[in-house]
């Protein structure tokens, strides 16, 4: 990696686009020379802002994304299989990430793609605070230490003001990306991402 900025990566875990961006960002950063930094944050936030409602709840819409969700997995090879009332409110997962990072950095990231493996497997319910923490053992963290960390006053607080910064900064969907704070929004730019840093911009 150079010292370039790294490219943010904004997204909420129920977002079912943002999980296909999960499994190349890592990717994409290596072949750029750019360092990733995982940014969840609650989508609701933006919506309260832009008017915008989750692809999941809009008419027609939900129906094609959902088409889209199932036809991208198979092209890949990926299980696609949330839980029958998604999207869940993921936020425990969002607390649990940044207790994480604060006080085990470097296992933030591992953490993030485990709650996005899971959840798109059927096998984890992101709104539920012990089934988060129970991620733990696998990254080598004490189930315990995580449950009481994603419940910290401290932690709500930074979560929280995460996401309203992003929104303040223009950051409305997910995922989201920003490099060198230019932004791109959607799974479909990541190819224009990489172009970008690259060379430098346009």
Known sequence: MTDKSPIEFWFDFSSGYAYFAALEIDALGARAGRAILWRPY?????????????????????????HDWARAARRRGVPFDPPTDHPKVALPATRAFYWIEANHPGREAPFAREVFRRYYSGALDTSDAEAVAGIAPALGLDTAAVRAGLEDAAIKARARALGEDAVARGIFGSPFFMIDEEPFWGWDRLPMLEDWARSGGW
């Open 42 to 66: 609650m989508l609701g936030a933006a919506f309260k802002v832009t008017g915008m409602r989750g692809l999941s709840s809009t008419p027609v819409k939900g129906d094609y994304a959902r």
